[in-house]
């Protein structure tokens, strides 16, 4: 009974994610302040704010997934414009 137990709650964190990997995508520098962007699945994005130098800017790392909504099809446009009539 534990094995199972074990992957189910496995396949529920792969199914509904709180962190997920995320890739050093770009290094700014903005009016002297240093930005590292990074991207992960589904338009994830983050923004690291290094204190000295790029050099602290990881390659990867686990930051917070932000999901994205999915977008209305044309029946949830239309119900929302005959709604606000």
Same mark, same amino acid.
């Given at each position: $009974? =534990?094995?199972? +137990?074990?992957?189910? $709650?496995? +396949? !529920?964190?792969? +199914?509904?994610? %709180?962190?997920?990997? #995320?890739?050093?995508?770009?290094?700014?520098?903005?009016?002297?302040?240093?930005? #590292? =962007?990074?991207? &992960?699945?589904?338009?994830?994005?983050?923004?690291?704010?290094?204190?000295?130098?790029?050099? %602290?800017?990881?390659?990867?790392? /686990?930051?917070?997934?932000?999901?994205? !909504?999915?977008?209305?099809?044309?029946? %949830? =446009?239309?119900?929302?414009? /005959?709604? &606000?009539?």
């Amino acid at each position: $009974m =534990i094995p199972v +137990l074990v992957v189910s $709650m496995t +396949l !529920a964190g792969l +199914l509904d994610p %709180e962190t997920v990997t #995320c890739h050093l995508w770009k290094r700014l520098d903005v009016h002297g302040t240093k930005h #590292c =962007i990074y991207r &992960g699945p589904n338009k994830t994005f983050y923004t690291h704010f290094p204190t000295n130098s790029f050099r %602290e800017c990881v390659k990867t790392f /686990q930051c917070p997934y932000s999901r994205k !909504a999915k977008k209305p099809s044309i029946h %949830e =446009i239309l119900r929302g414009i /005959q709604q &606000g009539f």
